[in-house]
Structure formats: structure tokens, C-alpha cells
């Protein structure tokens, strides 16, 4: 089966693939026209009903069945996600496993979570009545799909969606949507009705038009803010889950285990090159340790290697395209005539956009305030627990944070007070397992993901109740 039979063709111009990397082309797919939402729809229509009437077990066994094509593929499919997204094929890899798993834990969804006995007799007036209730499909989910993650985060909508039954028009993201096809060619080819998932790649009319559309019952959204609030204005009367970015604080204290604070912390600052919305973008470090935890973490971004992805031994492939690289060092070009002070990087070629560490950047700086969604990260320091929590809190949304102590009090009391949706303990912020819920506070955060949350999201409940009386 090729990209263009896994969705509408329309006579627009195909959208071109190119690699993050070096610029050449990847590949090509058509494009979708806005124009024909009335066909996406009605073919979601006819897959939202095919998907509702296939037995748990039948959408479990697609998925585990998905999941192990996925697994003997999982060369090939790492080298889609190197070459357009420029991940490096060390990473590459363990997003494909991640997808593996997020398709069993789906599975492992559609067979247990069906519904509940209601305790009907367990107040006055109700003893004569017994039920339960199901979880039923909400019918079309619209999901939207970023480019950092281009195989697992689609993954993470489709996987939950078929569980629970429903129908999906799929819009991954123009620059990545190679990893996307794959995974459905994956599905389909485990057995589901081709309708049940309808691939539209475009920009953001037709975007416009899969949100807006009357019979969609919710809209699944991973990217940015901007988007994320157009995609308010125009849904209508429906389910929204977004998650949205953030700006993720680490807090070192002077009692932590030294060595794998400083290892975890380079990761999360610069996996993927710090397109990761929970990577380590602010570390902050007791004043007794913050000397030598800068010059340990400076030695160790300076070792990673930057550069082709597809080599084994780089540490930092490029971001996802030269105007991305540019943005970053623009910002850290503005930090940096602000105050903040360069310890290490601010180097660019073309794409690639070398580990970048600053101290003394001001607070009232975009860049402690923004998403970089770079590899740059921000050091620095404070004296007391409650001054580091402030300073982690200041961002108005925030999807996880960490803290590297061996105090179980101070641990506990920050994992409390940070505001946040995830609290890594002893961990980078950048840790997630795909079966936890995982989402924002504050500003703009909508639902859950994680596959069981998800899965709810897209299910409603339906009470079916006797009276024996």
C-alpha cells in the first residue's frame, strides 16, 4: 500500500519530505484540500461505525497484531524517524519500542476497561435497582500530531482511540508524516477497516476544517500554544485534549547523588536536541553544590557529539529544520545581550544547533519564561527549598519537573508544592512511561494522556439500570 492510497488525493501539489539533517528529499505525499472535509467526514462516519461494532477482542488483536509487524520493522521504521525528523538512531530506536509498548498497553485497554457495576442499593430508595455502566465511543476524534515524536505520539491518539471504538482523521505533522503512514500501513495490515482511520495532510485550513467539523466529537492536539488556542476558537461544542509544551525546572540540592544528577540532567536537557516538551530547560542548584555541578554539567554537554543522526555514536542530531536552529540562537542571542551569561555552545550549522548552557539569565527573559524546544538549557541558583519551588512555579504552565535529593521530606515537599503534572524524583524531567497520565497545569492544559487516560477521554459512559421492584 503506498502514502497516497492511505488518504484523500486531491489535485493540490504533493508535500515534499526533506531531511532535518542535510536538506535532501525523503520522500513525498499528497496533500489534502480543505475543500473535501464533507468526504473525510462521511468516511469517518462509515469507520466510526465499523469501529464501534468490532468486539473488544477483534480491536486488541489488531493492535497487539500492529505492534508485532511494528516490532520486526523496527529497523525500518527507526530510519523513517531519522531521517525526517533527524533524531539520532540510538533515539530512534527507543521511540519505536516506546510505540510497541503504547499499541500492547492499548490492547491491554480494549479488553479490561469496559465498565463498572453501579452500587445502586448502597443509598435509600435505590434498593430494588442494580447495573452498571459501559464505556462507549465518542464516534470521530480530529488528532493532530507534532513532528518531535512522529511515531509515538501518533501512537498515543490512535492506539486509545481504537480501543475505545471510535473513528480518527489523522493530521500528522506536514514536515513528519512518513512515520505516521507507516503506523497506519501497520494497523491496516493487522487487520483494521480502512475507514476507521483517515490520513489528511495539509496546513492549517484543512487543520481548521477537521477541528470545526459538526459530527467530530473531540479533538486530540499535541503542539503549540498558538495553535492550541486557535483550536479553541473554532472546535465548537466538543471534547478538546491538548497538551501544549512547557518550560521544565530540575532542582539539584546540595544532598543529591552527584553524579547521576548531573548524567540525567544532560540527557533531559538535550535528547531529541531539546525538541522535548519536558526536557530540562531550567536547572536549578543549591548554592553549596552549584559551583561544581556547572563545571560537571558544562564538561558533559561539551563531550556530545553533534551531527549526522544516523551515526551511532552522535548524541545530538539537528532540529528539525535550519529556521528551528535559528530561532533558538536568536533567543539565546537576546538572553545573552540581557545579561545572561554563555558557558557553553551557541554554535550553528545550518541545522544543527550544538548543546548550548547559560547562567544568570534574567528572569524577566522570554527564554525563562518560553518553551525553547531546544538544546538549551538555563543554570541556576538558589539557597532554600522554598525559593527553588517559587523559581520552578514561575512559568504560567508547566508539564513535568524533577528534583535530585536523598531527603525524603524536602522530595515530598516539592513533589507537593510544584505545580505541575508530573514530579520526576531522582529523575530528569524528561522521564515519562507511556501508561502514566500525562499532562499540564495552569495555563492551557486540557485532559490526559497516558494510553488508559486517553482511552477515557475517548470514551463516554452509558448506564444501563434494572428495576426489580
Given at each position: ?7 484523500i488525493?486531491?489535485g493540490?501539489p ?11 528529499l ?23 461505525e465499523?469501529s464501534r ?27 523513517t524517524?531519522?531521517l ?8 530512534a ?7 510497541v ?13 469496559a ?11 435505590s434498593?430494588?435497582?442494580?447495573g452498571?455502566f ?15 515524536d ?5 501512537a498515543?491518539k ?17 514536515l ?6 507507516q503506523?497506519v500501513?501497520?494497523l ?10 483517515t490520513?489528511?495532510?495539509?496546513g492549517?485550513?484543512?487543520?481548521e476544517?477537521?477541528?470545526s467539523?459538526?459530527?467530530v ?9 498558538a495553535?492550541?488556542?486557535?483550536i479553541?476558537?473554532?472546535a ?9 509544551g ?7 540540592m ?17 535528547w531529541a536536541a ?21 563545571d ?7 563531550k ?15 532540529m528539525i529544520?535550519?529556521?528551528?536552529a ?7 542571542n537576546?538572553?545573552i ?21 547559560l ?12 518553551e ?9 541558583p ?15 504552565y508547566?508539564?513535568h ?19 505541575a503534572?508530573g514530579v ?9 512511561f ?10 492551557g ?7 488508559r ?17
Open positions: 500500500m503506498t502514502a497516497a492510497e492511505l488518504h488525493a486531491t493540490l504533493p508535500i515534499s519530505v526533506y531531511s532535518p539533517y542535510d536538506g535532501s525523503i520522500g513525498s505525499v499528497d496533500a489534502t484540500d480543505a475543500r473535501e472535509i464533507n468526504e473525510l467526514v462521511a468516511r469517518a462516519r462509515h469507520g466510526a465499523l461494532n468490532l468486539p473488544r477482542h477483534l480491536r486488541a488483536s489488531i493492535l497487539e497484531g500492529a505492534a508485532k509487524i511494528i516490532e520486526s520493522r523496527r529497523d525500518a521504521f527507526a530510519k524517524i531519522v525526517e525528523a533527524g533524531k539520532t538512531i540510538v533515539q530506536r527507543k521511540e519505536v519500542h516506546r510505540c509498548n503504547t499499541l500492547k498497553l492499548s490492547a491491554e485497554e480494549a479488553r479490561r476497561n465498565g463498572e457495576v453501579v452500587p445502586f442499593d448502597s443509598y435509600p430508595g434498593e430494588h435497582r442494580q452498571w459501559t464505556r462507549e465511543p465518542l464516534g470521530i476524534i480530529t488528532a493532530i500530531t507534532p513532528y518531535n512522529p511515531l509515538n505520539l501518533v498515543h490512535l492506539g486509545p482511540a481504537i480501543a475505545g471504538g471510535n473513528a480518527v482523521l489523522l493530521k500528522p505533522s506536514e513528519t508524516p512518513l512515520s505516521a503512514i503506523l500501513e501497520a491496516r495490515e493487522a487487520g483494521l477497516p480502512r475507514d476507521v482511520i490520513v489528511a495532510i495539509g492549517k485550513d484543512l487543520g476544517a477537521l477541528v467539523a459538526r459530527d466529537r473531540m479533538v486530540s492536539f499535541t503542539g503549540g500554544f495553535t492550541g488556542e486557535a479553541s476558537r473554532s465548537g461544542l466538543k471534547k478538546l485534549a491538548m497538551e501544549l512547557g518550560n521544565a525546572p530540575v532542582i539539584v546540595n544532598d543529591c547523588d552527584f553524579e547521576k544528577a548531573v548524567e540525567a540532567c544532560v540527557s533531559g536537557a538535550f531539546g525538541q522535548n516538551c519536558i526536557g530540562a530547560q531550567r536547572i536549578l542548584i543549591q548554592a553549596g553544590l552549584y559551583d561544581r555541578f556547572r560537571g554539567f558544562v564538561e558533559a554537554a561539551k556530545l557529539k553533534a551531527g549526522d543522526p544516523l551515526r551511532e555514536d552522535t548524541d545530538v542530531g539537528p529544520s535550519k529556521q528551528a535559528e530561532r533558538a540562537e536568536a533567543a539565546v537576546d538572553a545581550a540581557v545579561g545572561a551569561r554563555l558557558l557553553c555552545g551557541d554554535s550553528r550549522e545550518g541545522s544543527l544547533y550544538h548543546p548550548t548552557v547562567e544568570g539569565t534574567p528572569a524577566t527573559c522570554r527564554l525563562w519564561h518560553e525553547v524546544f531546544a538544546p538549551v538549557v538555563m543554570l541556576a538558589f539557597d532554600t527549598l522554598d525559593e527553588a519551588i517559587d523559581m520552578a512555579n514561575d512559568p504560567e508547566s508539564l519537573a524533577g528534583i535530585f535529593t536523598n531527603n525524603l521530606a524536602d522530595a515530598l515537599e516539592a513533589a507537593g508544592r510544584i505545580e503534572g520526576m524524583i531522582n529523575d530528569s524531567s524528561d522521564y515519562r507511556d501508561a502514566m497520565p500525562f499532562g499540564g497545569f495552569k495555563y492544559s486540557m485532559g490526559r494522556e497516558g494510553v487516560f486517553a482511552y477515557e477521554e475517548m470514551t463516554q459512559p452509558k448506564v444501563v439500570c434494572f428495576n426489580r421492584g
